[in-house]
């Protein structure tokens, strides 16, 4: 599975920016796709996750009910649509796939795409 992330910038805070990341390969083997987010100095953490089908979606607690996960299985895409953002979430953000059941630990992830990052001016 390759994943390819894009949509990151620089945004003032309070303002709004949708990341995108594309799957391809043998995307019908993995089970949830998220985001994770680093910034220098510090562990990448987990932003948010959404399962294959869309139905079960995860946040973390940092970012819930500013961010939101979406798919289209057509397009073999995931998004990330992140509103009223703060200077705090100024980050690498990485998208990632998982086979497995651990949705929201970075080990738990089997694939990565490079980062997009995004840059909140305060």
């Known amino acids: 599975v390759q994943l390819q992330a894009s949509g990151g910038g620089l945004v003032q805070a309070g303002g709004s920016l949708r990341l995108s990341c594309a799957a391809s390969?043998?995307?019908?083997?993995?089970?949830?796709m998220g985001w994770f987010r680093q910034t220098p100095g510090k562990e990448r953490e987990f932003v948010a996750t959404?399962?294959?089908?869309?139905?079960?979606?995860y946040y973390a607690d940092s970012v819930k009910g500013r961010f939101t996960i979406s798919r289209d299985n057509a397009k073999n895409t995931v998004y990330l649509e992140m509103n009223s953002l703060k200077f705090a979430d100024t980050a690498v953000y990485y998208c990632?796939?998982?086979?497995?059941?651990?949705?929201?630990?970075?080990?738990?992830?089997?694939?990565w795409g490079k980062g997009t990052l995004v840059t909140v001016s305060s």
């Open positions: 990632a796939a998982t086979q497995g059941s651990r949705w929201r630990e970075v080990s738990g992830m089997n694939y």
């Open positions: 390969g043998r995307t019908f083997s993995t089970k949830a």
């Open positions: 959404i399962s294959w089908s869309g139905s079960s979606t």
